[in-house]
């Protein structure tokens, strides 16, 4: 229920979305209900979104797997036409609100949109498709948000006792704030460079060290030169904690005195002038911080408990009856 509080990337939403639309020939049936069915062709094109974004994540199907994965396809298809079966003018709505977000954020990771239209093709479906289907999403989460969370129970009170209840889930490490220049000794491939490139870089950081210590500003020098996206974005400023960071950076960063620019520091695959900032000690994070966050896991993991009942309420309502997918055991 939470996914549209944060744009997911293209292939995660795809992954979730499967391919739910369309008009198709006589086929087999897989789940049929009064208002729709579920045919050979929507399940394949759903199986082809999904096994291409596991190999956009470097995975695969196991064969073996297969009909078992179907079934749950199958299951979604017919999930999704039930939830957008029970949507109202005011779901619908919301959801259009919400995907043209998402759908705004993708286009604007992609950088173009040719590149956005290409992105999507590449999962095996048409722009159009996708973009009917982001929105089909939206309206499914609208109805669960409308339905399922007011069965939950997550009240301010629950989550105030479990912030008390583990103390420790929110106690943070010493941090070390600083401002650094990443300079990467990586290619945009992430091939190591050449040993006349990463000559290069050691120079630039020894100069980048001298400039700084000359007076030069390290956030103006940091949105100029670090290899960082991030960084550059934010001045080269980080918050660090205390035993968690590569430990030669680590250590040179714990012997650096503060507002003084270290010598350049070398890692494994970058580069790094550094200023310490100022250092923040252990304590525990306000319940203010974290409250969002607790809900939002307490939800998930009630949503998670309580789902597959309300799943199988609203096939019982919608009357939906499922087929055998070949090479299934009985039961899948």
């Known amino acids: 229920m939470k996914s ?56 695969d199907v196991p064969e073996q797997q297969r009909p078992q994965i179907e079934r749950q396809l199958v299951e979604k298809l017919a999930l999704t036409r039930v939830l957008v079966g029970r949507s109202t003018d005011a779901d619908r709505k919301t959801a259009r609100e919400k995907a043209d977000k998402v759908l705004a954020a993708e286009k ?24 009917k289907q982001l929105f089909e999403r939206a309206v499914c989460e609208q109805v669960l948000e409308r339905e399922l969370r007011p069965r939950l129970g997550i009240t301010p009170e629950k989550i105030r006792a479990f912030y008390d209840e583990n103390p420790e889930k929110f106690q943070q490490p010493e941090r070390v704030r600083l401002r650094q220049i990443v300079l990467s000794l990586k290619n945009s491939s992430g091939n190591d460079l050449g040993e006349a490139d ?3 870089k050691l120079t630039l950081a020894k100069s980048l060290v001298e400039r700084a210590r000359k007076g ?17 974005e934010r001045g080269g400023e980080y918050l660090f904690p205390v035993g968690r960071m590569i430990p030669e950076f680590e250590l040179a960063i714990l012997n650096l005195a503060t507002n003084k620019v270290s010598d350049v520091i070398t890692t494994q695959g970058a580069l790094h002038v550094v200023k310490v900032l100022g250092r923040v000690g252990s304590d525990k994070t306000p319940f203010e911080q974290v ?39 009985p039961g899948q």
């Open 216 to 232: 030069e500003e390290l956030e103006s020098l940091a949105r100029q030169y670090s290899d960082d996206p991030t960084g550059r």
């Open 4 to 59: 549209f509080r944060r744009s997911a990337g293209l292939f995660a939403v795809a992954l979730l979305l499967g391919a739910a639309t369309a008009t198709f020939a006589e086929e087999r049936v897989y789940a049929k209900a009064k208002e729709f069915t579920i045919k050979q062709e929507q399940l394949d094109a759903s199986f082809i979104v999904y096994r291409a974004t596991l190999a956009a994540q470097g995975r």
């Open 291 to 329: 409250q969002n966050q607790i809900r939002d896991g307490m939800e998930m993991e009630e949503t998670a408990k309580q789902l597959p009942a309300y799943q199988q309420q609203l096939f019982s309502e919608a009357a939906v009856e499922f087929l055998p997918i070949p090479g299934s055991r």
């Open 198 to 200: 990463k000559a290069e």
């Open 108 to 131: 604007a990771r992609a950088k173009s949109q040719a590149r956005y239209e290409a992105q999507v093709r590449a999962l095996g479906m048409a722009p159009d498709d996708f973009e």
